[in-house]
């Protein structure tokens, strides 16, 4: 939070990323469906380190 990135609980238009593994679950799916980019945390550490 932080870097001004929030927790929710649920996936929705608003997201702007879902950080997921390889079994993402329902999340994953819906994320995929509603086409949030979906992160690895590799990824995320990229991120914040720029």
């Given at each position: 939070?932080?870097h001004?990135?929030?927790v929710?609980?649920?996936?929705?238009g608003k997201?702007?990323?879902l950080?997921?593994?390889?079994?993402?679950?329902?999340k994953?799916?819906?994320?995929?469906n509603?086409?949030?980019?979906?992160?690895s945390?590799?990824k995320?550490h990229?991120?914040?380190a720029?």
């Amino acid at each position: 939070m932080a870097h001004g990135g929030a927790v929710a609980g649920s996936v929705s238009g608003k997201t702007s990323f879902l950080l997921a593994g390889e079994k993402g679950g329902g999340k994953l799916t819906q994320a995929m469906n509603l086409g949030v980019a979906v992160i690895s945390l590799a990824k995320l550490h990229e991120m914040l380190a720029n």
